[in-house]
């Protein structure tokens, strides 16, 4: 059924479809909304059978997934930013240990400085725990990832993170449609596990592994998840014909077949940059996109095959690695080893701010008259005065003081600008 | 047709149920429509901006609204406090939540850059507290909205109302909404024909 819907609950209802028998989590900005409605479907007994924990902190959100999939329980979490850090230690377990357990990650900015608000940061600093990482464009994308998500992730035993931009997509009201449990149940079967700990038939879980094997557990590990590269648009195709519309993948090319100049990004961001795309080729500039779908494991042969014919490549992303710069931009170039291309290095839309259609107008203009250098990192719509006068602070006292403060107090806001 | 509304208030006053409200009204009417908030920090009386988008085509864009083609101010306090008019369109609406008029707002100069007919307030926080029993304008500015632009139906803003609350909630708002839309219906119409 198609209804006006916050994404939130659209993701909690999509969810809840998938019958999942264990949720645990632990609420935190912008993830809360999801969990809060799961709950309450558990609460009202629309979703059962299904156990719902309130643990007290990510770590132990999941940890308890990890032990309730480890008995054959469809399990579900959701976190953002901090929590996900919070969880780091047990992600890797999770992995390691091949439990397939879903989680949605409403992507927030990591602090310090503390910062509510929408970017990559926290997925991506995670993007190498083993996990599974899909990204979603809107917040249809984002139900229909979830049902590709358990089929993925109890097809390979290893656990899947749906990502979505939180507040952007997480609190956007915008049509979705949902589809009926009949269909889910025709698309999801019930999960069959590898591996079970189960009473009857005792099994441990997690053995010690030294030098004599451990590098070949890790690399059947990498192994396995590099099948979802064949496995993720298997899984799509199926998707689209059970359910009449097309919905992840590992890269989706928009006008980009005969373009010059090609955007690369991931989220939502994608919806806003076809906009810019379609006003820019309307004057005549050939350009497109190209939305990763699926990060880990990286599609590097699809992104060659979608990107190879372009001169230029913007890559656009919403984190970055301090010290060296772009994250996807690394992997993007590393795919396009040996061919002439540029390849451009941009970061923006960190802490929320926003990834306007003017700021993309100015950037594209700079590339596309080559007043942008390949390679060097730009940070779209950086308030380079602001940046020159917490310098000058720093160089005329040594006891400038902490330089979040120094800078909202130079600004005189904290998110409160009209729009 | 894409016509973009931001709607500025304080958190606990119902921006950002507005926004959704509005765009499940223009999704009855089977328009695409998209909403969505930024908050300031998520503390009550934190000012709050929300964004609603009415198109017939679907909708991409995930920016924030410069340019607004109508605005509606829940909260008048905010005039001092937040640039509330940035990239309001020339022909644009606007629908401010007070007893007083524009003029005893200091907004006269204001209002002279648009279009005189569209400047408009509403005792919304007045209609709602007889109406409601309580001081939430949301309701009401929306019914106003729709009388003042026509983007939406007064009976698709009661729809989302009542798809939205329970029974005894939604009547009060309804009704709000509808006094609202009375208060603006009337001037409207004799300016119009002067």
Redesign the interface.
């Known amino acids: 059924m198609r209804s006006q819907i916050e994404g939130s609950q659209a993701v909690a209802r999509a969810v809840a479809l998938c019958r999942p028998e264990v949720i645990c989590a632990y609420p935190i900005s912008p993830q809360t909304h999801i969990v809060e409605a799961l709950s309450d479907l558990v609460r009202t007994g629309e979703l059962a059978p299904c156990e719902y924990l309130n643990v007290e902190s990510e770590f132990a959100a999941l940890s308890a997934a990890m032990g309730a999939s480890a008995t054959g329980a469809r399990t579900y979490t959701a976190t953002a930013s901090q929590g996900l850090l919070y969880m780091a230690e047990a992600l890797y377990n999770a992995s390691g240990l091949g439990l397939p357990i879903v989680m949605t990650v409403a992507n927030r900015a990591i602090g310090a400085p503390i910062n509510i608000w929408n970017d990559h940061s926290d997925s991506m600093s995670q993007r190498d725990s083993g996990w599974i990482q899909l990204y979603a464009e809107s917040n249809q994308e984002a139900v229909d990832l979830h049902l590709q998500a358990f089929r993925l992730a109890e097809e390979l035993s290893l656990p899947v993170m749906v990502c979505m931009d939180g507040f952007v997509l997480t609190h956007a009201v915008e049509p979705v449609t949902l589809p009926s449990q009949e269909q889910v149940d025709r698309f999801l079967p019930r999960f069959e596990p590898r591996q079970v700990l189960d009473p009857a038939d005792p099994v441990t879980i997690g053995a010690m592994v030294g030098p004599e094997a451990f590098t070949e557990v890790k690399y059947l590990m990498h192994a396995t998840q590099m099948q979802a590269l064949d496995l993720v648009p298997e899984i799509a195709n199926e998707f689209t014909q059970a359910f009449g519309r097309s919905s992840g993948g590992l890269v989706q090319a928009y006008r980009s077949s005969d373009a010059d100049t090609i955007v690369v990004a991931l989220g939502s961001v994608l919806g806003t940059i076809e906009d810019v795309v379609d006003e820019l080729r309307e004057q005549g500039v050939k350009i497109g996109a190209l939305g990763l779908k699926c990060f880990r494991p990286y599609p590097a042969d699809e992104v060659r095959a979608a990107l190879g014919h372009a001169g230029k490549v913007v890559v656009l992303e919403k984190a970055f690695a301090v010290g060296i710069g772009g994250i996807v931009s690394q992997n993007v170039r590393l795919s396009l080893g040996g061919l002439p291309t540029r390849v451009y290095d941009v970061v923006a839309g960190l802490g929320g701010r926003a990834i306007t259609k003017r700021s993309l107008h100015g950037l594209l203009a700079d590339v596309l008259e080559d007043r942008l250098e390949p390679g060097r990192l730009t940070f779209v719509d950086l308030d380079s005065d602001l940046v020159a006068r917490e310098l000058e602070r720093t160089r005329a006292s040594r006891h400038s003081g902490p330089r979040a403060e120094n800078v909202i107090r130079d600004i005189a806001t904290v998110g409160s600008r009209p729009y | 047709m894409l016509f973009e509304v931001?709607i500025?208030g304080r958190g606990g006053q119902g921006v950002?149920t507005a926004?959704?409200l509005l765009?499940?009204a223009a999704?009855h009417e089977g328009r695409?429509?998209?909403?969505?908030?930024?908050?300031?920090?998520?503390r009550t009386g934190?000012?709050v901006?929300a964004?609603c988008r009415i198109g017939d085509r679907e909708?991409?864009?995930?920016?924030?609204?410069?340019e607004p083609d109508a605005l509606i101010v829940q909260d008048p306090t905010l005039l001092h406090?937040?640039?509330?008019f940035?990239?309001l369109k020339p022909d644009g609406y606007l629908l401010i939540n007070s007893v007083r008029t524009l003029r005893e707002l200091g907004l006269e100069g204001l209002a002279a850059r648009f279009r005189p007919e569209r400047m408009l307030t509403v005792p919304a926080t007045d209609i709602a507290r007889e109406t409601l029993g309580r001081p939430l304008p949301n309701a009401a500015l929306l019914g106003s909205f729709a009388a003042a632009t026509g983007v939406v139906s007064l009976a698709a803003v009661a729809a989302a109302i009542r798809g939205r609350f329970p029974p005894d909630v939604a009547e009060g708002n309804v009704a709000a909404a509808e006094r609202a839309h009375d208060h603006v219906r009337r001037p409207v119409a004799e300016l119009s024909r002067a």
Request: aromatic share 10%; glycine share 6%.
């Open positions: 931001r500025h950002v926004a959704e765009s499940v999704f695409c429509a998209q909403a969505f908030p930024t908050f300031g920090s998520e934190a000012p901006v964004f909708i991409r864009a995930r920016e924030p609204i410069a406090q937040v640039d509330l940035a990239g």
